[in-house]
């Protein structure tokens, strides 16, 4: 059915192209009208609910923290997200550093980091009518030490999220992703900790949704052998999380390379885990995926993102990482436009893929 969808979509996107001067003047046929209006049913139907972009910046900086905002970090403002806007993205991961929020474990949040956070979110929220992600990019981590297994106690951490999830409760277009890649560390201890952070969003009041990723860089690769068995038993009293996993295409499946291993690397590394989320009856989110300018990885993106159009039952979206404006033209996945304001190759495959319309995200 969704195939059949697609077709539909690319006859009636032709159909349009050809009629759309007619449809200004208002003398378009009411047959033509209706197939207009098939073209935007199609559309909806066969892209995923969510999809977007990561809006980079308040992660930089790692070595320095708290650091110096517009000097180690920044933090994307209005005009930063704009572009992303124009182009109909509907949803923007927002990553930060816990330390900076929050730079006394177990303390206040900051109020500096706060407002600049809130200013993002409410243009992106209330303004523009999209959904928001906040993702503590920190690797399973915090204060110098893996959650769980060091000082950095997984009480610590669920502390943290039932702060952060007050301040935004209130906001159903805030999506809570409870950790940015979780890496060499235990899979119980890790699927305890983020449990447990669960509880605190909830006891907070919080119904929003929450991303849940797993170990091992929360790969979908490696989800079977590393995640499967253990970060399936997840209790949410709201009933209201869906599971995240990064995947990128080239070599090794960090992202770190420019160049992508095949047309189909990234499709293929998805299915499995689509399986076993189908089988739980639970939705995901591609929270980060990039890949080179050149034809090859463009090629890798469309059939990836044509793979989760297709099975719009687990795949609930996506962000591509990464947008900001401290990405330079020396990276090779930025998908900021360049200085002269030009888009960046990799667009002209992503933007097929744009959901048309924001409908509410559900977890089933």
Not at 280 to 303: H, M, Q, R, S, Y
């Amino acid at each position: 059915f969704i195939k059949l969808l697609r077709l539909l979509r690319a006859l009636c996107l032709f159909s349009c192209f050809l009629w759309w001067n007619e449809a200004k003047m208002e003398r378009i046929s009411s047959s033509k009208a209706l197939l207009l209006l098939l073209c935007y049913v199609a559309m909806v139907a066969c892209t995923c609910d969510l999809t977007g972009v990561n809006l980079s910046g308040a992660e930089f900086g790692s070595g320095d923290i708290p650091g110096a905002i517009f000097h180690n970090y920044v933090w994307d403002g209005p005009k930063d997200a704009q572009y992303f806007v124009n182009k109909g993205m509907n949803y923007y991961r927002v990553p930060f550093l816990w330390e900076r929020l929050q730079t006394v474990a177990g303390g206040a949040l900051e109020e500096k980091e706060l407002k600049f956070m809130f200013t993002l979110v409410n243009f992106l929220t209330e303004q523009n009518n999209m959904y928001v992600m906040l993702d503590p990019h920190n690797y399973g981590r915090g204060f110098g030490g893996k959650i769980g297994q060091s000082a950095t106690s997984i009480t610590l951490y669920s502390d943290f999220w039932y702060k952060l999830a007050l301040e935004f409760k209130n906001n159903t277009k805030v999506i809570f992703g409870l950790m940015n890649e979780p890496n060499g560390q235990d899979v119980h201890i890790w699927r305890n900790a983020a449990q447990r952070a669960i509880y605190a969003i909830r006891f907070a009041g919080a119904s929003n949704l929450i991303t849940v990723p797993g170990v091992d860089w929360t790969g979908a690769h490696s989800w079977m052998e590393q995640n499967a068995a253990v970060m399936n038993v997840i209790d949410d009293p709201a009933d209201n999380y869906i599971y995240e996993v990064h995947q990128y295409l080239d070599i090794d499946s960090s992202g770190t390379h420019n160049t992508c291993v095949s047309a189909d690397v990234g499709w293929k590394a998805l299915v499995n885990f689509t399986a076993w989320a189908r089988k739980l009856g639970k939705k995901a989110i591609l929270g980060e995926f990039g890949g080179g300018p050149d034809p090859l990885c463009g090629a890798a993106l469309t059939n990836m993102l044509g793979y989760m159009d297709n099975n719009t039952d687990v795949w609930m979206g996506w962000t591509y990482w990464s947008g900001g404006p401290w990405w330079g033209d020396w990276y090779f996945s930025n998908l900021t436009p360049n200085s002269t304001g030009q888009d960046r190759p990799q667009m002209k495959y992503v933007q097929p893929h744009i959901s048309p319309s924001t409908p509410k995200p559900t977890p089933h």
